[in-house]
């Protein structure tokens, strides 16, 4: 019923920038908080940053400063800009999503495919 598809991802110098964007489709009501998690080969999933459908947002220390997420409630869709790329960002970003379904009441926590990003040194 709902879709997370992210793109964006691919292979960038230590310094570089990407942009990372998830579009949510499907027959949704309302989508709550959104985020991008990542997960290094060998490491645990973790959360990178995560927005609420009001704007407010929280981010890892380690990406405070360098990595900026909004939305497009719109759109259904949010993003993820990263600038000052080093090449311990390197890991599979997974968006992540509280949706509402139009036939439903509960809301339920999607996760997207994921998309590689490589920091090469």
């Known amino acids: 019923q709902v879709q997370l598809v992210e793109s964006g991802g691919g292979l960038v110098q230590a310094g570089g920038s990407l942009r990372l964007s998830c579009a949510a489709s499907?027959?949704?009501?309302?989508?709550?908080?959104m985020g991008w998690y990542r997960q290094a080969p060998g490491k645990q999933r973790e959360l990178v940053a995560a927005i609420t459908s009001g704007g407010k947002t929280n981010y890892a220390d380690s990406v405070k400063g360098r990595f900026t997420i909004s939305r497009d409630n719109a759109k259904n869709t949010v993003y993820l800009q990263m600038n000052s790329l080093k090449p311990e960002d390197t890991a599979v970003y997974y968006c992540n999503a509280d949706i509402r379904v139009v036939t439903q009441t509960t809301v339920y926590n999607y996760w997207g495919q994921g998309t590689q990003v490589t920091v090469s040194s």
């Open positions: 499907g027959s949704i009501f309302t989508i709550n908080a």
